[in-house]
Each structure stands twice: as C-alpha cells, then as structure tokens.
C-alpha cells in the first residue's frame, strides 16, 4: 500500500500552538495580567434571531413524522439556492440555480475543488495569505509559485508581481483578504479576469469575508467584473456573514460558461460533489437561508456592524501614531507594520509583555508576512478599546 | 488549465433515474394505480425524542452571547468522540479518543480517504456493492479490480473470491451489506485480516449499517477481529443507526497502530481533516452524542426494530415462496434472485405492472448484480404488508 508521498511535503505549521505556548507561559509567569487577545480569527457574537428561530423550527419538522427529511440534494435545497441566488441579485450578479453548489464550508470546498484539476497544473498563490491554499496543493503535487504582495502593492498583488514569467494554471485570491484586509478594486480584479483569460487559467476566488465590503465601488464578487464567469469559481462563506463558523454552511458558484477543452467545469464539480459528499443539514440550510431572508440580512448587519467598529478603533489608532497598515475598513483584519522594522515574531512578544495584548505574527501566512502583524476585530467592543488605550501608549 | 482527465472515465448512473421515470410513466398510465415504494434507500421515521431535545438546546446555546459556540475541533468535540468510544466499549472494542474523526457523514469520509494513499494503489472492490467505491476509485485513477459475489458464497466474497492473482493495496469491505444485506460472519473477517497483513494492504470497512446487526456472534466492527487495527479503517453513520441521513454526521476510525513505511496513517488523516475540512455542527454533534446516550440508544432501537420488523415480513414472504435471497435479518435490505431466471429490469417492470411495488434492479450495483432485486425496509409497514400480500398473490 503506497501513501501519497506528497503529504511528507507538508512543513507543519505551528503558528497558533505557538502563539498559546507563549501565551500560557506569560500568564503562568504575570498570573495578574489581563490578557487581552486580538489574534481571534472566529466570530464571537451569538446568531440572529431569524436563524435560531428557524433552526428551531426545522429541528420540529425532523421530528415529526409527517415533515421528516432524510437526504438532502447533494448541491442544497432549492429554498437555500434561491436565497443565495437573491443575495447575488443584490450584487448585481445574474446566477442561475445550478450554478451554486451548497456546502459545509468555504474550507471543505477550497481544498476539495483540486480534485477536479490534474495534478500537474501550474498554481499561483499570494504570499501571504490563508495557509489553507498551499497546503492542499502540497497535498495535490502541482506546482506552486507566488505572487508577491508587499508594502509596494498594499499586498494586492496584481500579474506583474509574480515570482516568474512561466505557465500558470490556477490563480487563487481571497479579497478582502485574510491575513492582510486589503481589498482589490475593480481595475485590480480586470487585471487578474484578463491575465486568467490569456492563460487559459482559472481563478479560485475566496470571497469569505464579501459581507465586510460596504462601498458599492469595490468589488464584493469576482462576478462584478466582465469576463469573469469566464475563468472564475467563487467561494462563499455564511462563517463571516452570519456567524456560522461552528454551524458549518457555505457555497461555491461554478458558471456554466466556464468550459476548459469543451468540458463544463460545472458539470465535474457536481459529479465530484454527488459522489463524494451527501449534502448539509436540513436544519443549517433552514438556518443559512434564514440569515438572507430580510430580516435575517437586517440582524446579521448589526453583527457586522459591531466587527467593523472594533475594526475602525484599530485602524484610527494606528493611525494616529503613524503605523503602516492595510485593512480595517471593509475587512475584520488589521495588518500592521511592525514598529521600528522589528520582525514579527520579535513585536508579538514586545506586545504581550508591554501591553498583555495578543496578536498573530505575519510570518505565519508566509515568507512576505515577516515583519508584519495581524489583529482581529472579532472580539469584546471594550477589551478592543483597552487594548488600543495600551498600545497608544506604549508607541506614542 | 488541464482536469482530471480521469472524470472523463466514469459511467454515468442512470439507476435511480431510469426508476423514477419509469414509475412516473406507469402512474401516468395507470392514475388508479396505489403504487408501493420498496426501493427506499433513505429512512423515513422521524429523528429521537433524546436528539431533538439535545438539537434545541444547542440552537439555545448558539442564540446567547455567553454559551455561543465558534469553530469546533476539526475531528469533533471530545463530548461526540467519548460517546463513539462508550458504543465501541459496548462491542468489547476500545478505542482511543484520537483515534475517532467526526465528519459530515461516512460517504464523504469514503470518498475523502484515498486522498491520503497513492493513486498507484491497486483496489478490491466487491462486485455487487454500494457504487461510491469505484466512482471514487476512478476519479483517483488507481487501478481497480473485483471480488466476486454471487450466490455461490452468499454474496460474501472472501479473498479466494478476486478476479486474478496479482498485488492487493486497498481492500472494501462493506458489512451488512448495501446492497445485499448480507453479514461477514467472524471467520470471514478473519480470512480478509489475515489477507490484509499477509499483502500489507489496507481494508477500508464501511459499517454504516452496524447497528442492524442484532447477534453478538456476528461482527458489527471489524476491530472485532484479531489483527484488524493493525490494517483496517472503519467507516461508521449516524444516518441509518439514528436516523441521519438529512442530518449529516459519521466518525472514521483510524486506529493509531496502523502504519505504513513506518508512517502513522492515523497522523495523515488527522492532517487531511484539520486541512480540508472545519468540523461538524455543533448542533448535530450535541444530536449525535444523544443518540449514544443510554435514553437515546433506548429510542432508536425502537426505530430499528420498526424497520427490521419490515425487513423481516419481506424476508418471510420470500422464503415461503422458495425465493433465493441473502439479507432481511441484520440489514434493512433483501437481495433476491429474480424468479424464473429473469434479468433485474425485466422483473422491475413485471412486479410493477403486476403489483404496483417499486425496488431496485440489482444490476446498477455492478455486473453481478444482474439477475438480482433489492427491497427495502424503510417504508411504512402496512405499506410492507400490502406490498407483500401482491408479490406473494403474483409469485404462487
């Protein structure tokens, strides 16, 4: 029996069990410190309303003989496709239903998405970003290269910024982005729509956190841009927009008019969807097309609104003092250059001792991350305020 | 961009679909007709009482601010994992906690798995069986072979049972059997264990329909079995055993004593999972855990016993009328030589014609399926009753 050998490429990543070693070892050592942590990556407020009031209602119907359900259509129900379909309508984005393909989370999606590709693709990724992406193509054996973002480029890489000239296959981005916030533009997202188009190549687009974007001129959808059904598949997230991360419910939009040597890239994801996975919760799609029914999308917005404010309170105060940084605005992360070129590492440890505030160092997203630094928005409105009190102080 | 040319090598199923369009066409003409489903491959009672308690508690506990939940452990919570081990207790099997991985459900832990092995494996299949084996097999391009089922040995093949001699990698195993109901008996088992280690294969165990099993001499884990940990995987739902098929959530049991080139295999499925996927909800671990809880596996025996009291009617009927058949005892399915030597659709469309009753044609489960049927036991038992009065009325 032969395992996949591509797994012994895997470097192991330690970021976070890092980050609660040192943690820990502080706290043992400042037992009185009120630890204050902004390197939260999950959402922290309970769901609306609307959602809970319908997951409560759907549990009902699995108990009662005469509502039971038991297997759902491996893409959704067409209840849940169609509150999407509406959700994409307010973008502006004509979808059609088989083009959205419901499933337990952007996650599963990203990674399995590479099932359908040959493993001997070209793969552009950005660095830094969500480490997800590489590893599964360590996993895939196709071969990566980067895109590089840096201060130069707001760390919105665009072609030009790619490591070398070269075929490219696949392209991911994830806008606004995690770790850095940024968001592309328009312009921005045409360049990489007609690079895809030249090479033949397909954009895997994470639009995990779109519902942070409020300014109507930057793109919450690749779809936004023309070309774009072209060479685009879509991630979609219901963790970020309404709370769903330990629920477990996102979707992916596979165009139909996205055909390579005359095979429809819609057509292989729903094979490889019907044959490897068995659809979602009955009561999570109850509950997900919940949160975009009106009511729901009104309540989820108070959510988002509470994120962004912490948001805002990072950002001003960074400033004010003058620190570099991308983020904050249509996006529930900071990312900051590190104080007088320190290395991430490095302000992560000068942050914990001086201000008992906890951040995630930038070089955990990859190489371009050293020397920069991510805080969240995800936590308690009035723990974000001391924290930003404390570390006003110490850098003023 | 180049796909997986290996899609391009599966055969589309038109199984289920030829059944519904030719029922659809006989109720057509036929308006008056009271047709009788026995081709249910879904459960149709509604979920424990214990389990929609414990499902509204959690939407409780997700609705406030002080008990809301994020992302859960990407292998489960330990609350799930420890009530899996307590149901393993009960077989005489132990298990350790990180050797259980909850998921979304066994068919997409089936399909996911060869993700971890080599696509230069060679791969046992049993021929008839559940088709999710081979489509998954071919999407990975290993090379895949058969063992034989038939009524020669009861529809459970054993390794003298193969196609041809050669190199053996990956072993299915699937017991009680989908689609024939039948049981490998100990002696059985032992014969595939020992195979396994003498090839250094892999058995991969689909015992989604374990709790069917009702005599202690028959094995409803392979980890009954001497050797088994140190080459078997085992896939387990909760999807027939309570009723979850809508619900989504099984557990794969990777024993930590199963290695290969010195690699822990529990390790790399433990790496594919925290990568490729994010955890359950919430909501139905805390559904799943109280289906194990000593109230909850008290109310689905009642279920299981509604459905075994149908399989039982069928399985009576038939061998008072000298039908060959396997199943009907452990399994909800009946596997049945078609009389008079008839091909499988040929007698679909006589007993509905002549009965009004709607199974399965055993050849969409692989070549030797042909010449055989499938019944079900999880309609509604005066539905089963009738059925059976117009087969046995049909057949004397």
Not at 304 to 314: P, Q, T
Request: net charge neutral; charged share 20%.
């Amino acid at each position: 029996m032969r395992l996949n050998t591509n797994y012994g490429k895997l470097v192991d990543s330690y970021l976070f069990s890092a980050v609660s070693k040192k943690v820990e070892s502080f706290r043992q050592s400042h037992p009185e410190a009120d630890i204050i942590s902004l390197g939260i990556g999950d959402v922290t407020l309970p769901l609306a309303k609307a959602v809970t009031s319908a997951m409560h209602n759907a549990v009902d119907e699995l108990s009662g003989a005469a509502t039971f359900k038991g297997y759902s259509p491996e893409a959704g129900y067409d209840f849940l496709r169609d509150a999407a379909q509406g959700y994409y309508a307010l973008k502006g984005v004509d979808l059609d239903l088989c083009e959205i393909f419901i499933s337990d989370g952007a996650k599963s999606d990203c990674g399995n998405i590479l099932d359908i590709f040959g493993a001997n693709n070209n793969v552009l990724i950005p660095n830094p970003v969500y480490p997800v992406y590489v590893d599964t193509n360590i996993m895939r054996g196709t071969n990566v290269r980067y895109s590089n973002g840096g201060v130069n480029n707001n760390f919105l890489p665009v072609p030009r910024d790619t490591d070398s000239s070269g075929a490219v296959d696949i392209i991911y981005l994830c806008s606004p982005n995690n770790p850095t916030g940024a968001v592309y533009d328009r312009l921005q997202l045409k360049q990489w729509v007609d690079y895809a188009i030249a090479n033949q190549a397909i954009i895997l687009f994470d639009a995990a956190y779109e519902a942070f974007v409020s300014d109507d001129n930057l793109p919450s959808s690749i779809y936004q841009i023309d070309g774009a059904k072209e060479c685009a598949i879509e991630f979609c997230s219901f963790s970020k927009t309404a709370g769903f991360t330990g629920v477990r419910c996102g979707y992916t939009v596979v165009p139909q008019s996205l055909n390579f040597d005359g095979i429809s890239v819609n057509k292989l994801w729903g094979r490889r969807q019907s044959t490897k996975f068995n659809g979602v919760s009955y009561i999570t799609q109850k509950g997900a097309a919940a949160a975009l029914s009106p009511e729901g999308l009104k309540q989820i917005k108070d959510n988002l609104r509470y994120y962004k404010n912490n948001a805002s309170l990072i950002a001003n105060t960074l400033t004010r003092l003058g620190v570099w940084y991308t983020g904050g605005t249509h996006s529930p992360y900071i990312w900051l250059k590190c104080p007088n070129n320190m290395k991430s590492w490095d302000f992560f440890d000068l942050l914990l001792q001086k201000t008992n505030v906890v951040g995630t160092p930038g070089e955990g997203f990859g190489a371009n991350g050293e020397g920069f630094f991510r805080l969240t928005a995800f936590g308690n409105h009035e723990n974000v305020a001391k924290a930003m009190q404390r570390i006003e102080r110490m850098l003023s």
